[in-house]
């Protein structure tokens, strides 16, 4: 990765942990939100599940209610209190890592991950699929939720090029630029497809909801 890749998903971060306190505002304030975590009721969550960017724990205790274990790791200790004080679930553990160095010791029946993929600057996505694929153990599925395309028009400071920004303004005035990528359903499903996986990929209220299942290979 480039020095200015670096130093983007340093301000990424440094984003995440100054806005933990204002990270719940829009699930109380937007429908289609409390919606999406609806959703969760009715997709393929089994077994142990590994949650990669669990920030304040929205969608741990939703997970916690269909799993064996809920392994939930965010990079942020600041998001990491508050999901832990939401979740007191026995069978949860919370982990704090740097989800691009991370490597889980293990492998886990059901990979979840809300709003996480479109912060993953595009040139890095094949080796995040394939970290997310050693992730997996034999039989598992990656389940994940985003943006889709319509979510720009409710941003600032939008760009494109070769990792798309956008601009985020906390209540202090601080402002931040973060890695932003507005996945296309169809188009994800051919980049995925292209790298081996078998996926499906759907629309609602303006986001996506993903479930796939890792390329046949050695286990």
């Not at 090029?161 to 931040?176: A, C, E, K, N």
Request: proline share 7%.
């Amino acid at each position: 990765m480039s020095s200015d890749d670096d130093a983007l998903l340093a301000e990424q971060m440094a984003y995440y942990r100054a806005a933990a306190a204002e990270y719940d505002r829009p699930y109380a304030e937007l429908e289609e939100l409390q919606r999406l975590l609806a959703v969760v009721d009715d997709l393929p969550v089994s077994g142990d599940v590994l949650e990669l960017a669990c920030g304040t724990g929205q969608w741990t205790p939703k997970l916690a209610a269909r799993a064996l274990s809920v392994t939930a790791v965010d990079a942020a200790a600041e998001v990491l209190t508050i999901a832990r004080a939401r979740t007191p679930f026995p069978n949860v553990q919370f982990l704090q890592a740097d989800l691009f160095e991370w490597q889980p010791p293990r492998r886990y029946d059901t990979v979840f991950f809300a709003f996480w993929l479109s912060h993953v600057p595009p040139t890095r996505l094949p080796d995040f699929w394939n970290t997310v694929a050693a992730m997996l153990a034999p039989g598992g599925k990656v389940i994940f939720i985003d943006d889709g395309p319509a979510a720009v028009a409710s941003e600032e400071g939008v760009t494109d090029g070769l990792v798309p920004t956008v601009l985020r303004q906390l209540d202090d005035g601080s402002q931040y630029r973060i890695v932003k990528v507005f996945h296309d359903a169809r188009a994800l499903t051919g980049d995925l497809t292209a790298l081996g996986w078998t996926v499906r990929v759907r629309a609602l209220d303006g986001s996506i909801i993903g479930i796939a299942e890792p390329p046949a290979g050695p286990t």
